[in-house]
């Protein structure tokens, strides 16, 4: 009798397809401690420490401020990166990609 057997990547890939679509499907169509639906966008997520007024406005203010900082290192991050580019034109971007043998280990030499 013979027996048909799939490869041994082929088991390990449909389990890890399977186990991604059903934590996708978890995460975006439930909560984390039952099956009902997440809250849409807009509705109030409740707190899951009784903060006071003072509290909330000095944690909302700390949020607005670390968000606003982010942003900011984002863009100048960015700038800096179009500066090398067409400015300086010194190919920094072009040594940020990966080579053709970026697999093995050691130096990396720039294109």
């Known amino acids: 009798m013979c ?7 082929l088991i390990a890939s449909r389990l890890k397809s399977q186990a991604s679509a059903t934590l996708a499907l978890k995460t975006t169509s439930s909560d ?3 099956w009902r639906p997440c809250p849409r ?3 109030r997520i409740p707190a899951a420490y009784p903060f006071s ?3 909330e406005q ?3 203010d ?4 670390v968000a606003t900082a982010i942003i900011i ?3 100048g991050h960015g700038g800096a990166a179009l500066f090398h580019q067409y400015v300086l ?4 971007l072009r040594r940020m990609l990966p080579t053709r043998n970026s697999g093995k280990r050691g130096i990396v030499r720039a294109l």
Do not use: E, F
């Open 32 to 34: 984390t401690t039952s």
């Open 58 to 60: 000095m944690i909302g």
């Open 73 to 75: 290192l984002a863009c």
């Open 3 to 9: 027996q048909v057997v799939p490869p041994p990547g």
């Open 41 to 43: 966008l807009g509705d």
């Open 62 to 65: 700390l949020h607005y401020w």
């Open 53 to 55: 007024k003072n509290q």
């Open 89 to 92: 034109r010194d190919g920094l």
